[in-house]
């Protein structure tokens, strides 16, 4: 099977897990349960459950292992982007080439449709099909990366530095909380399911850390460079909103210098992997030369 294909069935069963999960939109109460759906469903490019995979390829998992854990870190990264687009954060009306959910819906909605996904990622790990400590692995990894250790604080520090430019020490410590904790959950999650011993853990761990550097620089690059239309959401929102950004501080030439460097230390990190780790390679590639 080609790199495309396997994502391609990796998202497909990411869609049919998370179908199963979510409440039926026909049970009350309606309008929860369809903003639910609507948030998560058809649509995004599920980097952080084709991590999963990826991860839990490399070391030989069952595949039906994986599938709790990258529907759940999907969840919480839909409940993030839920809460990241109402008025009171980034307050913005395009998600995935549609209105967001507090638009589609209403704010309070989107609210309690985003505090309910969250719920649901824990109660899906809770009862993955594994053992007990691997179950309570995934949970603490996930909980860890989601709160304010991981992607909350990273969302508190953006929010405490808009107006102003922070040093990159401090640029990449806020995108390694906001972006980088799940994708690095993501794929601790997935080398936990391939019981991956402490030294393929922290290897694989410093690729995911770089991997969500590198993904937020691209980010930062194509909010410049990209339009609305090719991006799905509004473009030039970071400098409308006056946001510290990797081209913002470096300017563009070095920050895609960055990026390039970021690449170079990926690779580095899954070489002793070799033929093993192509899946993860190509997601590493596909974070840096996508064009949305």
Aim: aromatic content about 4%.
């Amino acid at each position: 099977m080609t790199t495309e294909a396997l994502f391609g069935h990796w998202r497909e069963r990411t869609e049919r897990q998370l179908d199963a999960a979510l409440p039926a939109a026909t049970v009350a109460p309606l309008r929860l349960h369809q903003a639910m759906r609507y948030a998560t469903l058809g649509g995004g490019k599920r980097m952080r459950p084709l991590l999963a995979y990826a991860a839990g390829n490399l070391l030989g998992a069952d595949e039906a292992l994986l599938d709790a854990p990258a529907a759940a870190v999907e969840m919480i990264h839909a409940y993030s982007l839920v809460h990241d687009d109402l008025p009171a954060m980034d307050d913005d009306e395009l998600r995935r080439g549609r209105p967001t959910v507090h638009v589609a819906y209403d704010e309070a909605t989107a609210i309690l449709a985003a505090d309910a996904l969250q719920a649901a990622a824990f109660s899906l790990l809770a009862s993955m099909p594994a053992a007990a400590e691997l179950r309570v692995a995934c949970l603490q990894t996930l909980a860890d990366a989601s709160g304010a250790a991981g992607m909350c604080g990273g969302q508190a520090l953006d929010i405490d530095a808009t107006g102003q430019q922070q040093p990159l020490a401090d640029l990449e410590r806020m995108h390694a909380l906001k972006t980088g904790a799940l994708i690095r959950a993501a794929v601790r999650m997935g080398a936990l399911c391939g019981g991956a011993d402490e030294a393929t853990l922290q290897r694989l761990d410093r690729f995911a850390a770089t991997l969500g550097l590198a993904f937020q620089v691209r980010d930062d690059i194509l909010d410049v460079e990209a339009s609305s239309d090719q991006l799905g959401k509004t473009a030039g929102k970071d400098s409308a909103q006056d946001k510290s950004t990797f081209p913002a501080l470096l300017g563009m030439h070095e920050a895609k210098a960055y990026l390039a460097q970021l690449t170079t230390r990926m690779a580095g990190e899954l070489q002793p992997f070799g033929e093993r780790a192509s899946a993860l390679q190509a997601l590493a590639r596909l974070a840096v030369e996508r064009s949305h």
